[in-house]
Nanobody, 124 residues
């Protein structure tokens, strides 16, 4: 069992930065691949970024590539999402998730545990 708690969301102007954190409980955090997803009002949840259990592999949605960076600290049971050059279209609730599948995956159904989400609002 893994419990996930996101933090770091807020209101920022376009072009600004935010860093999201996701703290995980449980001793097996390092065995899970981790992902970030987001959901804007009236839209489906979409993949943002993912990282392997070791941190050695990362994958990004084309819409955030070059602007967002996912990382993890297994000693602190935490995964991060550094978001730079934010755009109004990045406005959404951001969720972190844990997957027991070995390979990095972008499909929400392959993630076993989810956090409650944190709101990110980017003003123009």
């Amino acid at each position: 069992q893994v419990q996930l708690v996101e933090s770091g969301g807020g209101l920022v102007q376009a072009g600004g930065s935010l860093r999201l954190s996701c703290a995980a409980s449980g001793r097996t955090f390092s065995s899970y691949a981790m992902g970030w997803f987001r959901q804007a009002p009236g839209k489906e949840r979409e993949f943002v970024a993912a990282i392997s259990w070791s941190g050695g592999s990362t994958y990004y949605a084309d819409s955030v590539k070059g602007r967002f960076t996912i990382s993890r600290d297994n000693a602190k049971n935490t995964v991060y999402l550094q978001m730079n050059s934010l755009k109004p279209e990045d406005t959404a609730v951001y969720y972190c998730a844990a997957s027991s599948i070995v390979v990095v995956t972008t499909t929400p159904l392959t993630y076993d545990y989810w956090g409650q989400g944190t709101q990110v609002t980017v003003s123009s």
